[in-house]
């Protein structure tokens, strides 16, 4: 019964938008892979906490008994043969039972501060990654979701050719019945009609497999009916401009964010290592009870040391210069990801706008070949033109659709590229598609 139930389910296509989708895609059990990348942050979360813990007391307990036999004149206690008495060489057996509280305590190390504040940026670096990636999944989700919107255009677009392909048919065949029309324009429409056929397999397995992936990102059944209820942009929307995009690029690409942030993180390590060229202040102190297990006493010690480092063997030396060069590296790796963020800013623009006069184009394209079918089979049903200037327009307005969807396609995913360059994906996905 429950098994009906599911299949019933399944069998019934499940609304889908835009939003909807990004929402499955990004929740904890949404998208694998970004699942995975959410751990980093539970790691450099545990790797911040081990470095707050060089400024918190260190304590330690311990409870000890032991019998212990010595041998005294091993210690140099021995008497001359001036001395009324003499001490026994060897002593014992005898109990010692101690129960101590020790602590250790940092006053003062720079180190550990400069250590603590690059462990605490690696945590904000794996906090952007996390969020860079999220970003990168709505990309995607936004990018499959336009994919399944094409494909199904170009599967209503193909249909039509096939309606059209087919009434076309009965003409031929009509007028050749009639006398006025010719076997070979009969079976010039026929072949256009297989071939209208095979364009609407062929968008109907573009539609599957695009259905397949965003099901794959998304975590739908796969046996679970989809009906998309968004819809291509038209592509009205005005672009950004240039500087405006790369203000945002600069201030809002969280993969730059994280790359500052991890240069920074090397920059405390330079600094943390100089730093252990300087004295350090500790205290440490214990506190217990001591004795052969019948009578205890309390003892305690009380102590603060400086720590002076003098010479490692030249170790300190080569560790700076290591974390040195990755300085220097990762500035490089700034600059080039900055020159990188331009680079993308500009041709997203760029594609954005060319796809915006494609649809104009493609829009006035489809318009006359429309025309150009009207006029033809007009011409064709009077007797006045043959059957190739009617399957040339027919060929001609099947070309327009398509170019009229590719550029709606185009202009959409410019537009996603354009919200992924300037770091605006979470925001722009929810006024992607209508």
Request: net charge positive.
């Amino acid at each position: 019964m429950i098994w009906l139930v599911l299949t019933l389910l399944a069998a019934e296509p499940m609304p889908l938008s835009l939003s909807k989708a990004v929402e499955l895609a990004t929740a904890p059990n949404g998208n694998l892979r970004l699942a995975m990348i959410r751990e980093t942050i539970s790691e450099a979360e545990a790797k911040r906490r081990q470095a707050l813990g060089a400024f918190l007391p260190q304590l330690e307990g311990m409870a000890g008994a032991a019998s212990q036999t010595r041998n005294l004149q091993a210690f140099g206690f021995s008497l001359g043969p001036a001395v009324p008495f003499q001490i026994p060489s060897f002593v014992g057996p005898f109990t010692v039972v101690d129960y101590r509280v020790s602590a250790t305590q940092s006053i003062l190390d720079l180190s550990a501060i400069y250590r603590y504040q690059a462990a605490r940026l690696r945590k904000e670096v794996a906090d952007a990654e996390v969020r860079q990636a999220r970003q990168v999944t709505i990309q995607q989700v936004a990018r499959t979701y336009v994919l399944v919107l094409r494909a199904e255009a170009a599967l209503d677009a193909a249909r039509a050719g096939q309606a059209l392909a087919e009434r076309l048919v009965l003409l031929a065949e009509s007028q050749k019945r009639a006398g006025t029309g010719t076997g070979i324009e009969l079976t010039r429409a026929k072949v256009q009609l297989q071939n209208e056929k095979q364009r609407v397999l062929v968008a109907s397995n573009e539609g599957e497999r695009a259905g397949l992936e965003l099901k794959r990102q998304t975590g739908i059944s796969f046996d679970q009916e989809l009906k998309l209820t968004d819809r291509m942009n038209d592509g009205s929307e005005a672009a950004p401009g240039l500087a405006a995009a790369l203000e945002s690029a600069f201030a809002g690409r969280l993969d730059l964010l994280a790359q500052e942030r991890r240069r920074s993180a090397l920059g405390l390590s330079v600094r943390g290592i100089r730093a252990e060229r300087l004295p350090s202040l500790a205290s440490s102190g214990d506190y217990g009870v001591i004795g052969d297990g019948s009578r205890m006493l309390p003892t305690r010690s009380v102590a603060i040391g400086l720590r002076v480092p003098v010479f490692d063997g030249g170790r300190r030396e080569a560790r700076l210069a290591e974390a040195g060069t990755q300085l220097r590296q990762e500035s490089l790796r700034t600059e080039d990801l900055k020159r990188q963020i331009e680079v993308e800013v500009r041709q997203a623009l760029q594609a954005l706008e060319n796809a915006r006069a494609q649809i104009e184009a493609a829009r006035l394209g489809l318009e006359l070949a429309g025309q150009e079918l009207e006029q033809a089979q007009r011409r064709t049903e009077a007797g006045v033109a043959s059957g190739v200037e009617l399957t040339d327009a027919q060929t001609r307005l099947a070309r327009a659709r398509d170019n009229q969807l590719a550029a709606l396609s185009q202009f959409n995913l410019a537009r996603i590229e354009v919200a992924a360059a300037t770091g605006t994906m979470e925001t722009a996905a929810k006024g992607m598609v209508h």
